[in-house]
């Protein structure tokens, strides 16, 4: 991609569609923006703001961990339910109880923190909600209607269809941090940081009890799902930091390149670790836009910065865009600016 393509997808990247302005002061971004309610304001379209203006624009708010929702063509799918985290940690703006519209809930894996409020928002909203075996297994067992419970394995032949798009759920693999980095940093962050009270190590018990802890969950509950727009934009999610599985790069075979790359930052703490694991993601999906998630911690935890790993994804690739917003607060795409239509797919 040459450079002033990069601006002009850019701009239409943080705009939505509508404008063909060259420019990238970001105080005319913002004016532009502003004009469409559903790319500029930051309340989810799921607990009642608005919808972009555009059918073919794509609106994906992240709300912490690898929760995103997005928005095409009157539709609500949310990555990820794992809303009320309890009171170690930021507010997110609005709780599971807020969530009152969504078509679909994807679960990249199971895990506390990416399904603890699946079953509640599933069954307020009558959304589909997808895991892995191991994910509806725990699902199940929680207030939900089995009805709308979907098991996929991510081993192919399994592509949910909605209005203007495909999902291809794809078996992925869990991040595996190393025991001695994670016990090590383990014990700095407990000898450093404000205990949980008793109250609040209750909460989180609570909490925990409604995700899923099982081995399996490495290496055949966590599914990454492509989604593959009839006007050729093309998007990947994938809730966890570890390895691209044989799946994954078949279906990158199939693909080519990603427009955007919804990607878990790895929980390894050290730069040279998440680093290389980023490099990886980047290198398979291609992706014109990287978006990461799963950076943000407790406040008794650390955040995982995600300048270092843009910048070694910018050496690696001087075209790539990368994206990181605040809770809750939009980023646009004019799906219609893709790659397919580019022809640079392959
Ligand atoms: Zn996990």
């Given amino acids: 991609m040459n450079k002033p393509h990069t601006v002009l997808l850019l701009y239409l990247a ?37 919808f972009p203006r555009n059918a073919t624009t794509l609106a994906i708010r992240w709300t912490g961990f690898t929760n995103y929702e997005l928005v095409y063509d009157g539709q609500i799918i949310l990555l990820d339910a794992y809303f009320d985290r309890g009171s170690t940690f930021p507010p997110l703006g609005f709780r599971a109880a807020d969530v009152k519209r969504a078509d679909a809930i994807l679960l990249g894996h199971g895990h506390v923190d990416h399904m603890a409020d699946a079953a509640s928002v599933g069954a307020r909203t009558g959304a589909v909600v997808v895991g892995a075996p191991v994910t509806t297994e725990k699902l199940l067992t929680q207030p939900i209607p089995k009805e709308q419970v979907r098991t996929v394995t991510g081993r192919g032949g399994e592509a949910l269809r909605f209005r203007g798009f495909t999902i291809e759920p794809v078996l992925g693999r869990h991040g595996d941090p190393p025991e001695n980095v994670a016990k090590a940093f383990g014990q700095a962050l407990r000898a450093t ?53 044989d799946y994954e790069r078949a279906a990158m075979q199939r693909v080519g390149r990603v427009d955007v790359a919804l990607v878990a930052v790895s929980a390894s703490y050290i730069q040279e670790l998440t680093v290389k694991q980023a490099l990886e993601h980047a290198r398979a999906y291609k992706p014109d836009v990287y978006i990461p998630g799963h950076h943000d911690s407790s406040y008794n935890n650390l955040w995982r910065p995600t300048e270092p790993l843009f910048q070694a994804l910018k050496d690696d690739n001087p075209s790539i865009i990368t994206v990181s917003r605040s809770y809750r607060e939009p980023v646009c795409f004019d799906t219609e600016n893709n790659i397919q239509r580019r022809g640079q797919g392959g």
């Fill in 14 to 50: 943080l705009l939505g569609a509508c404008t063909t302005s060259a420019t990238t002061d970001p105080r005319t971004l913002a004016a532009a923006q502003a004009a469409d309610p559903g790319c500029s304001g930051r309340v989810l379209v799921s607990t009642g703001g608005p």
């Fill in 193 to 245: 940081t404000t205990p949980p009270t008793a109250e609040q190590t209750a909460e989180l018990a609570r909490i925990r009890e409604r995700g899923v802890s099982d081995p399996r969950v490495v290496t055949e509950g966590t599914i990454a799902f492509l989604f593959k727009f009839d006007n050729g934009f093309r998007l990947m999610y994938r809730n966890s930091g570890g390895a691209v599985t």
